[in-house]
């Protein structure tokens, strides 16, 4: 693979691998709608898929029985798949809530 000697490309790069994104594969790897692709990282089975929007969107797949893929953090960076395993970067929030007393006329 040939890389760019761009300044940008190589901050963009650091960045990714100190902050927990990894690299899986190009998204070549996976170019029609419904394509998936299937990688272990770090012990953890990840599926890649091309969604029917032609998003591309990354889950964990958990080893319960009957459980849910859990959806992680999927970046597309220079024709580069990326995904993010840190835990505190997939907790949900929950959104405030908001709290309004109607006002009778």
């Given at each position: 693979?040939?890389?760019?000697?761009?300044?940008?490309?190589?901050?963009?790069?650091?960045?990714?691998?100190?902050?927990?994104?990894?690299?899986?594969?190009?998204?070549?790897?996976?170019p029609h709608r419904?394509?998936?692709?299937?990688?272990?990282?770090?012990?953890?089975?990840?599926?890649?898929?091309?969604?029917?929007?032609?998003?591309?969107?990354?889950y964990r797949c958990?080893?319960?029985?009957?459980?849910?893929?859990?959806?992680?953090?999927?970046?597309?960076?220079?024709?580069?798949?990326?995904?993010?395993?840190?835990?505190?970067?997939?907790?949900?929030?929950?959104?405030?809530?908001?709290?309004?007393?109607?006002?009778?006329?």
């Amino acid at each position: 693979m040939n890389v760019p000697d761009d300044p940008r490309f190589r901050r963009e790069m650091a960045s990714a691998y100190r902050s927990g994104w990894h690299f899986v594969d190009l998204a070549t790897a996976i170019p029609h709608r419904g394509d998936s692709l299937k990688v272990t990282l770090f012990g953890e089975p990840i599926v890649v898929a091309r969604e029917q929007d032609e998003d591309v969107r990354a889950y964990r797949c958990l080893r319960r029985p009957r459980g849910a893929p859990q959806p992680i953090r999927c970046a597309i960076r220079y024709g580069m798949i990326f995904v993010n395993l840190d835990q505190r970067d997939h907790q949900l929030i929950e959104p405030e809530a908001i709290t309004a007393t109607p006002r009778s006329a």
